[in-house]
């Protein structure tokens, strides 16, 4: 048996006597612990603590299992000389522990110091710090109860895919209301047709909804600081399902419109659950009711929007529509839980009218005019705009479902009609048409000369003529573009095939799953018109005006 040196027993003893005892024990380290070691051996540790009598810890050490008794020695020394801490060195005049071996091993080595060592059955103070550490270094609480995730997980990535943003703006307000296990009521807002961020709050309660719009709307301008935006932010009473921002990534042509796009990787995105109350902040986290509520929320949405999603593209109004459901999955404890759904629309109306600036996008830069007669303020902010065509065998369908459509006398030939696409959010596609039935529709579209303001760079520039007499850009292609130079031999093909018409397609889902390939529900409009040059619409060489 090794003894402690004569130095280290002289700076020992002359270190000043504790009065009360110390707890000194050695236990195994727990495994939901041992896994957060940086050790390959981390299964194979103990943890050794020495206490003193008021429940000040003096030293706390890992130690291999195959290290003896002689451990324990180490770590008391520490303690006496080099506490942890603001607590002065001490050396115990009584040492208590549980383990007899351990107890016979201590009083030999510290034989030389006056220090008595007993056995006790319990050492309450270390039990308590041991159970404290325990719990504050536990692997952190579940974002989704046990048996919810998966489910959860799958309807929230459904969610995303249907993209339900697209048929409401934010300040229309849902309301839905079920019995789990007690009734509730929640007034459900939709993230997303901004194309910013994504996800569904369920408001506890109309006045939190209220409130926090109120302190959201007073704290929108750049003077707000950090600390009110926190505020209004944390005012929210509400249960959440958010997502990342789309990362938008190649596509392949589209199969229905021939578009050659890009295509946000809905598949990268990962959906947060939580909750967000005045009192308790931010919980990364859902309970079992919340759990439920959510997996209930999210089916009845499904099944609303599937039923009546004609209803939202058809008219620029919120529809009154309420729908009850019958709900039964087999996570859920109860079998045909009832759920209604209700649109708000006079809500929804008040919403929007205590709104500073009514139209979010009424003041946008879309940038300056181009020559004297050419606009781009057309396009909306963020919209995809693609050449491409349109199947016959859509063509009729797509007249028959979009609310606007300016017929044309387009022959039917080849294998489709020659379009330009602009797909944007369902607000922003409302106000392109409402711009453009208030010009009395579309003249004229096609392609015309133009060049920088040095007559150095050359360009293909797609405009459309509207009937007031205006002129738009929608595109400005490089003359030395191999991309558009293959696109604009495919458009004037079948510009010849239709004796000279072409369509203007609007469709909203910029954000949605369907995001660079529309599908018969996202047209919002179809504008028929002459497909023409830039000599027939009146236009000659354009120069690009620049500031200085």
């Given at each position: 048996m090794a003894f402690i040196s004569k130095s280290t027993q002289r700076r020992l003893q002359k270190l000043k006597p504790a009065a009360g005892p110390w707890e000194c024990d050695r236990t195994p380290l727990p495994q939901t612990l041992a896994d957060q070691v940086e050790s390959g051996d981390a299964d194979e540790m103990d943890w050794v603590f020495c206490v003193d009598d008021q429940s000040m810890v003096r030293a706390i050490d890992l130690v291999p299992h195959t290290v003896g008794h002689e451990g324990i020695v180490r770590s008391l020394i520490q303690a006496m000389e080099r506490p942890k801490g603001p607590i002065s060195p001490a050396r115990p005049t009584q040492i208590l522990v549980r383990d007899r071996e351990v107890q016979f091993f201590l009083r030999g080595a510290l034989q030389t110091l006056d220090i008595s060592v007993n056995y006790v059955p319990n050492l309450p103070y270390i039990?308590?710090?041991?159970?404290?550490?325990?719990?504050?270094?536990?692997?952190?609480?579940?974002?989704?109860?046990?048996?919810?995730?998966?489910?959860?997980?799958?309807?929230?990535?459904?969610?995303?895919?249907?993209a339900y943003w697209d048929y409401l703006e934010d300040h229309q307000i849902l309301e839905v209301s079920l019995k789990v296990p007690e009734p509730q009521t929640f007034y459900l807002a939709l993230l997303g047709f901004l194309g910013v961020e994504y996800g569904i709050l369920l408001y506890r309660s109309l006045e939190s909804l209220r409130q926090f719009r109120t302190q959201a709307i007073a704290t929108d301008t750049d003077q707000a600081s950090l600390e009110e935006i926190e505020a209004a932010f944390l005012s929210q009473d509400c249960l959440f399902l958010n997502f990342e921002d789309p990362d938008d990534r190649p596509k392949a042509p589209s199969p229905v419109l021939g578009m050659s796009t890009t295509q946000a990787n809905l598949s990268?995105?990962?959906?947060?659950?939580?909750?967000?109350?005045?009192?308790?902040?931010?919980?990364?986290?859902?309970?079992?009711?919340?759990?439920?509520?959510?997996?209930?929320?999210?089916?009845?949405?499904?099944?609303?929007?599937?039923?009546y999603y004609r209803r939202f593209i058809q008219g620029d109004e919120m529809p009154d529509i309420s729908k009850r459901f019958q709900i039964t999955l087999p996570e859920l404890p109860q079998k045909g839980i009832s759920v209604q759904v209700r649109t708000l629309p006079q809500l929804s109306e008040e919403l929007y009218n205590e709104i500073e600036d009514e139209d979010p996008f009424e003041d946008e830069d879309l940038g300056p005019p181009i020559g004297t007669f050419l606009r781009d303020d057309l396009v909306p902010q963020g919209a995809m705009v693609s050449l491409g065509m349109i199947p016959w065998t859509l063509v009729s369908t797509m007249r028959l479902q979009a609310r606007h459509v300016q017929p044309g006398k387009a022959k039917e030939a080849g294998d489709g009609y020659p379009a330009v696409v602009i797909q944007t959010s369902l607000p922003k596609a409302k106000a392109l048409v409402q711009m453009l039935e208030a010009a009395g529709g579309v003249q004229a579209m096609g392609f015309a000369a133009g060049e920088d303001g040095f007559g150095q760079a050359q360009f293909d520039l797609g405009v459309i003529q509207l009937k007031n007499g205006q002129y738009s850009l929608f595109g400005e292609y490089a003359a030395n573009d191999t991309i558009h130079a293959q696109a604009r031999k495919k458009w004037d093909r079948r510009i010849q095939q239709t004796q000279g018409w072409s369509v203007l397609m609007i469709a909203?889902?910029?954000?949605?799953?369907?995001?660079?390939?529309?599908?018969?529900?996202?047209?919002?409009?179809?504008?028929?018109?002459?497909?023409?040059?830039?000599?027939?619409?009146?236009?000659?060489?354009?120069?690009?005006?620049?500031?200085?």
């Open positions: 039990d308590a710090i041991r159970s404290e550490l325990l719990q504050s270094m536990a692997p952190e609480m579940p974002a989704l109860p046990e048996g919810y995730g998966e489910k959860l997980t799958e309807f929230a990535q459904r969610c995303l895919t249907e990268q995105l990962r959906p947060a659950f939580g909750s967000i109350h005045p009192l308790e902040g931010v919980r990364p986290f859902l309970d079992d009711v919340e759990a439920q509520t959510m997996l209930l929320v999210l089916e009845a949405l499904h099944r609303f929007f599937q039923r909203r889902g910029i954000s949605g799953a369907t995001r660079g390939s529309p599908k018969l529900k996202d047209v919002v409009a179809l504008y028929e018109a002459p497909a023409c040059t830039g000599t027939e619409m009146g236009l000659e060489l354009l120069a690009r005006m620049r500031r200085f």
